[in-house]
Every structure is written in C-alpha cells, then in structure tokens.
C-alpha cells in the first residue's frame, strides 16, 4: 500500500543531565506529555535512528564472560574440603590486548584455584609451561608469531596434587566464557563431570604418567571478547521480529526455533573507545508503532542477549583464597553508580515520521467523480452519484429539480 510521510521532525536526547529520577545513563524513560508524539486513522508512526553515540565505558572481559567452575575430587589432605562442586573461579574484569594475557590470566587463576583446594603448592619456579615444549615457560598462544589461538598448558606442581576427579565447567547460566577462552557451554541438565575443555591429570610428557603436572586444553580458539554489538530498544509495541536468542540472557533453549516481536530499534557497532552511528540511508533502523500516540519512551541499552550492559567494575582480589560473593575479594561486588554518577551515557537523534496511508478508501474518497457528458436517461453505465435530485447533466439551460 501506497504511503506519504506528512509530518516529520526530530528528537534530540542526552542521557548525561537533567533526566527522571527512575532513569538511567543506559536506561532512560521521556515522558513526553507535554509534547506528545500522536497520528490521526489511517496513519502510522514511524521512529529511525539518525545518529548515536556513547564512550565505551565497559570491558571486554566482564561480570557477563569472567566466571568457570570447578567440581573434583582433590584427596583427604586438601586444604577446604576433599571434594568441590560448582566451585567459582573469575577472571579479572579487563580489555586485553592480546590473547597471550587472556591465556595467561585464566591459568594463573586455574592453578591458583587447584593449589588452594589440593593444599599442594605450584611449582614456583615455572608454575605454567606449554604442552608442545614443557621446558618453556608460559602458555600458548605464545605472546608473539603465529597460532591457531587455542589455549594450552602444563601446570607444574612441586608435589604429586592428588587430584583424581577434575572437570572444568562454563556454564552458559553463568554467561558467555565459553566463547572467550575457547571451550563447550556447558546446560543445566549435563552432569558435574562434563569438561567444557581436554584435562588429563596424569600427562606422559614423555618419561610415562606424571602426577605433578596438569595438561589443560581448550577445544576452540580464543577471542578477547564475547560481545561485537550493543543494542537500543525501547518498550513500545512495534512491527519488528526477532530471533528469541535476542532475549535469551544466560539461558539456551536449544528448542527455541521461533521469531517474536522485537523491541530492538539498532543495532551498534562496538569500537574501542567509542560506540558511533550516523545513518546513511535515513532507513537503516526503524521503528513503525502500532499504537496512535506516545505519552513516554523509554530507551535502553542491552547486548545482543538482553542483558544490561555490564558496569565498568574491576576489584583486587587474592589469587588463591576461596572468592566469596559479596565479600571483599569478589571480583563482582554490588555494581557502582557508573550509569547514574558515572560516565555511562549516550546522545542519540531520532527522528519521527507521521506516515499517511494513500491506498484503499482514502483515494476512493479524495478522487472526483466522473463527469457526465450525457443525460442519465441516455447514458448506460450506472448511476455513481446521487445529488438528491439534482441534473447530473452540466448543462447550465437545464433546470434543476429538487425532490421536496
């Protein structure tokens, strides 16, 4: 169907200053009573993003990709407990510059865990060497030259570690480090022993099985984020679908095949220090609204999960100490203020467009009717319009007649 935009004009928004007490930077509800945005029948509204942009005020490596756990059986002298389940290990909140420093902090914090649940100390000397070459230091990736960015290394102990049972978890309920360090997700339903990466407890390194060492090895390459995109939605019913994934969160309904309605208006690229967006066609991202009138709009940011975006919140915590939620050493305490005292805002242009539809009855009722040439009582096609009486032959020396 045919339409015409009748009315147009733009909204300018700063999420800085001067907004609701019930919004945020990242979250902010206009209220627009005062200059409400309406359509009249047979007319739409349509919403398009022109221009966005926002610092990146977040990590690449944060509280939605910084947590695997760990279930095993570590021996009867093992410092908290013989056995662990679902025991939390995070990786510090940071942008690492290369996959070398990603690979070598989840080590550090992997065996710094196992030494404190085994009560047996790492080799101090070399706590980490690769598993291509175990007389060399560190992990692979190698810091520098060329990899297929899996993660691999030995952790060396000084002492047999007396672990029997290990398995290495990340749980998609706890979000998205499979895909940062290379390894299976791991469901609600699958067993405490399922590894999300290759342990072998025991490698034969080359003089047989050896006890005081731990081959560790992701099964996938690394990335040194998890997220590409951020996305602004608004609450507002609206003619767009999506995929469900887009409102998954932490969970993973592999059933889930379905589209829904969408509340996304964009989607935006993440660089590395800004988000930016300047239209090009003036129709990339658009909104049409199934409702007349808008009284309040509220615009938020999520990922390309639904979750808000994560707070920039980095805390020194002990490498070895048991991580309590909550407590001083935990790596993700109750978030801060960032998106209300804080850096965390945006400014966005939207633009509105009172659409007209041009199709159906509205042609029928602004097109003139035909005009006769001929008196109807000689004319053969039927009779279109009635002038209660009045000649529809235009011929000023006829007399009009009018029915009483």
């Known amino acids: 169907m045919a339409t015409e935009v009748v009315n147009s004009y733009n909204v300018y928004i700063d999420t800085e200053r001067n907004i609701s007490s019930t919004s945020k930077g990242d979250d902010v509800m206009l209220a627009l009573s005062q200059t409400p945005i309406t359509c009249q029948d047979n007319q739409y509204i349509r919403l398009t993003l022109q221009s966005f942009s926002m610092y990146k005020s977040f990590t690449n490596v944060n509280i939605n990709n910084n947590l695997f756990r760990l279930n095993g059986d570590f021996g009867a002298g093992a410092a908290p407990a013989p056995s662990a389940a679902n025991y939390a290990v995070y990786i510090a909140n940071a942008n690492y510059e290369t996959l070398n420093s990603l690979a070598t902090t989840f080590a550090t914090?992997?065996?710094?865990?196992?030494?404190?649940?085994?009560?047996?100390?790492?080799?101090?000397?070399?706590?980490?060497?690769?598993?291509?070459?175990?007389?060399?230091?560190g992990v692979s990736p190698p810091a520098g030259g060329d990899s297929n960015g899996i993660i691999s290394f030995l952790i060396n102990f000084q002492n047999p570690h007396q672990i029997t049972n290990l398995s290495l978890q990340?749980?998609?309920?706890?979000?998205?480090?499979?895909?940062?360090?290379?390894?299976?997700?791991?469901?609600?339903?699958?067993?405490?022993?399922?590894?999300?990466?290759?342990?072998?407890?025991?490698?034969?390194?080359?003089?047989?099985?050896?006890?005081?060492?731990?081959?560790?090895r992701c099964k996938y390459n690394c990335q040194l984020s998890t997220q590409q995109n951020v996305y602004l939605r608004t609450d507002i019913n609206n003619t767009n679908i999506q995929t469900e994934s887009f409102n998954a969160r932490n969970t993973d309904n592999r059933l889930a095949t379905n589209l829904s309605s969408s509340r996304i208006l964009a989607k935006l690229v993440i660089d590395n220090e800004f988000i930016n967006y300047t239209t090009g066609t003036q129709m990339e991202y658009f909104i049409s609204l199934t409702t007349k009138q808008i009284t309040f709009l509220r615009l938020y940011l999520t990922d390309s999960h639904g979750r808000p975006i994560p707070e920039n919140v980095r805390r020194q915590y002990p490498d070895f100490a048991p991580l309590v939620a909550g407590s001083a050493g935990d790596p993700n305490p109750t978030p801060v203020n960032q998106n209300t005292l804080g850096n965390r805002s945006f400014e966005c242009v939207i633009k509105v467009d009172i659409v007209q539809y041009m199709g159906g009855q509205n042609n029928v009722l602004n097109a003139p009717p035909p005009v006769k040439t001929v008196p109807a009582r000689f004319g053969t096609e039927p009779l279109n319009v009635f002038n209660y009486g009045e000649s529809g032959f235009p011929d000023p020396n006829f007399n009009k007649m009018r029915l009483n």
Do not use: H, W
């Open 109 to 137: 914090q992997l065996y710094g865990a196992l030494a404190y649940l085994s009560g047996v100390p790492v080799n101090v000397a070399t706590p980490l060497s690769t598993l291509d070459d175990p007389t060399i230091a």
């Open 170 to 216: 990340m749980k998609i309920s706890d979000g998205d480090i499979f895909e940062l360090l290379g390894g299976d997700r791991i469901y609600p339903v699958d067993a405490a022993t399922v590894n999300s990466v290759f342990i072998d407890l025991a490698p034969d390194i080359g003089a047989g099985p050896d006890n005081t060492k731990i081959s560790v």
